[in-house]
C-alpha cells in the first residue's frame, strides 16, 4: 500500500524551500503527502535552532508524539534539517520513539534512508557534512505564482549570536547557468515572481572567487544573477532573501535599482543601531555604513520600501544601544520587521558573555519596537490612498476569500474585489482607496 507522508516546517524561508523539494522528491518515490497529519505513516518535521523558543517548539510537539507511537508503533517520525545536524545523535536519547534523524547537508538522501526504515532499520542518524545536497534537493510545487529558488546553501559570516553557520555549514553558491535553467522551468509551469534565496545572498558566488584568487570588492556575482534571471521571459518579478549589508556594494546597488523585474523592496537585517553592539555582533559595518546603503538605493529609487532583523537584549545592550536601533529604524524608515529576543546559542561566540539584559526589558524593547513599527506603517501605507499600483493576484485572501489578494512591486498586501477576467499570476492594475497598517484597499481599474 502507497505510505502517506507529512511534513511540518519551522525557521526560515530556506526551510520551506528544502521541504519543497523534498516533498517532490517523495512523491516521485510514490509516497502520497497529505495535509493533515493524522493520515499520514510518515511524520516529518523540518527544524529550526535559530533560537531557543524554536527548539523548545519541536521538543514539544515531537514529544507527545509518543503516545501516537504507542498506540501505532508501524508510524515513522522523522527529525530533520538544522536540530538534526545541531544535535545528531543526542535527538534519540531526549526522543527516543522517533526513528529517523537527518540533518541539513543529507536532506537529498531522504527517499533511500525512508526505504531502510520502512523495512525495520529504525532509528537512524545521518549528518555527515557534504556540499552534494545543492544540486540534489531539487523539484517544485507546480503552479506556484511565486517559486523559491535557492542559489547558495550555508553561511561563513560567524555573526556571534548565530548558529547558522554551525548548522549549515561553509557558504557554497550554485553555479548561474543551474538556476537560470531552474528559472526557466518553474516560469514554464506558471510561476511569475522569482524569489531566490540563501542566508547571505549578496555574498553569492564570492567563496568560490576567493578560492580561484579573483576576489575583489567591487565584483557583485549576485547583481549578475540578477541580470540573468531578469532576461527570462516569462518572469515578471524578482525579489530575494536575505542580502548582508557588508556585501551590498556599488554594482548591486546599481543592478537592484535599474532591473525593470527586480522589486522595490529590500529585505535587509539591521540586527542592532549600536556600532558597539554591532561590533560585539561580528556585523562589520557601522550604522552609518547601513544608513549610507539606504540612502544610495533612496537616492536612486524613492519607491523602495525596507524592512529588517532586528536583535533586542544582546549581552552589554545599554538603554543608549536601543536607542541608537530605534533611532536607525526610524532614519532607515523600516515599516514592518521581525524583532528577536536574543537568545544565547551554544558553541557560539556570543553564548560565552553574559545574557545580562532581563527577559523582562528584552520584551519591553521588543514593544517599544513594535509600536515603532505600527505607526509607520500606518503613515507609509496611507500614502497610497489614492494612487494606482500593480499588484500581482494571489487569488483569493486568506482572512476573506470573498476577497482577493497580491502585493504590490513594493510588497504591501494589496486587497481587492475578484472578477471573472482576473486569473491567478495576473498583473492589475488597483486603485488604492484606503489602507490600513497590515493591508491596501482598492478596485481593479
Ligand atoms: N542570514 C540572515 C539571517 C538568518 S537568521 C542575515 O544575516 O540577515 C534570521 C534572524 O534571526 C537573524 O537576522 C537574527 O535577527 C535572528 N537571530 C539569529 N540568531 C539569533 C539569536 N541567537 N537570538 C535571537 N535572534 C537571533
Ligand atoms: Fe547568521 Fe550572520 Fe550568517 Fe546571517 S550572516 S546566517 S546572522 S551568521
Ligand atoms: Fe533556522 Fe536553520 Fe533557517 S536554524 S533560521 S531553519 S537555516
Known amino acids: 500500500m502507497t505510505k502517506t507522508f507529512h511534513i511540518r516546517t519551522y525557521g526560515c524561508q530556506m526551510n520551506e524551500r528544502d521541504s519543497e523539494a523534498l516533498a517532490c522528491m517523495l512523491r516521485e518515490c510514490g509516497y502520497r503527502q497529505v495535509m493533515a497529519e493524522e493520515e499520514a505513516d510518515i511524520l516529518l518535521f523540518n527544524t529550526c535552532s535559530v533560537r531557543e523558543q524554536a527548539e523548545r517548539k519541536v521538543f514539544g510537539k515531537v514529544g507527545i508524539l509518543k503516545k501516537l507511537k504507542r498506540r ?6 522523522g ?21 529517523l534523524v537527518v540533518g541539513t547537508d543529507r536532506m537529498h538522501l531522504l527517499p533511500e534512508i525512508l526505504q531502510d526504515v520502512c523495512t525495520g532499520q529504525r532509528g537512524q542518524v545521518h549528518t555527515e557534512p557534504g556540499t552534494e545536497v545543492l544540486g540534489k534537493l531539487r523539484g517544485h510545487e507546480p503552479g506556484r505564482v511565486s517559486a523559491f529558488i535557492s542559489v547558495m546553501r550555508g553561511c561563513n559570516q560567524f555573526c556571534t549570536y548565530c548558529i547558522v553557520p554551525y548548522v549549515r555549514g561553509r557558504e557554497k553558491s550554485r553555479p548561474l547557468p543551474d538556476i537560470v535553467r531552474e528559472v526557466e522551468e518553474v516560469v514554464a509551469q506558471g510561476a511569475r515572481e522569482i524569489f531566490l534565496l540563501g542566508q547571505n545572498v549578496t555574498a553569492y558566488g564570492l567563496a568560490e572567487l576567493r578560492d580561484q584568487g579573483e576576489y575583489r570588492p567591487d565584483v557583485s556575482p549576485f547583481a549578475d544573477l540578477l541580470l540573468a ?5 516569462g518572469v515578471e518579478r524578482i525579489r530575494f532573501t536575505s542580502p548582508h549589508p557588508r556585501f551590498m556594494n556599488q554594482a548591486f546597488i546599481e543592478s537592484i535599482t535599474t532591473l525593470p523585474k527586480v522589486c522595490e523592496s529590500l529585505h535587509v537585517p539591521l540586527q542592532s ?17 547601513f544608513m549610507a546603503c539606504i540612502q544610495a538605493i533612496r537616492e536612486r529609487q524613492p519607491e523602495f520600501t525596507f524592512t529588517t532583523d532586528v536583535i533586542v537584549g544582546f549581552p552589554g545592550e545599554t538603554p543608549e544601544d536601543f536607542e541608537a536601533t530605534r533611532r536607525v529604524m ?28 532581563p527577559r523582562a526589558l528584552k520584551e519591553e524593547r521588543n514593544q517599544i519596537l513594535l509600536q515603532d513599527l505600527e505607526r509607520r506603517s500606518a503613515a507609509g501605507n496611507d500614502v497610497y490612498i489614492g494612487r494606482t499600483v500593480e499588484v500581482l493576484a494571489e487569488g483569493p485572501s486568506k482572512r476573506n476569500v470573498e476577497r482577493w489578494a497580491g502585493r504590490t512591486r513594493t510588497n504591501k498586501v494589496c486587497i481587492f474585489p475578484p472578477a471573472k477576467s482576473i486569473q491567478v499570476g495576473d498583473l492589475v492594475q488597483v486603485h488604492i482607496e484606503r489602507a490600513t497598517p497590515n493591508s491596501l484597499f482598492g478596485e481593479v481599474l
Open 72 to 77: 501505532r508503533p508501524d508510524i515513522i517520525i
Open 79 to 99: 527529525v530533520i534539517g538544522c536540530m538534526a545536524q545541531n544535535y545528531g545523535r543526542k535527538i534519540l536519547d531526549e526522543l527516543p520513539h522517533v526513528d
Open 229 to 233: 534571471v531578469n532576461e527570462v521571459e
Open 273 to 289: 543601531g549600536s556600532d558597539r553592539i554591532l561590533k560585539a555582533m561580528r556585523r562589520g559595518y557601522t550604522s552609518e555604513d
Open 330 to 357: 526610524d532614519a532607515a524608515g523600516f515599516e514592518m520587521a521581525y524583532i528577536f529576543k536574543y537568545s544565547p546559542r551554544s558553541g557560539t561566540k556570543a553564548a560565552e558573555m553574559a545574557d545580562d539584559v
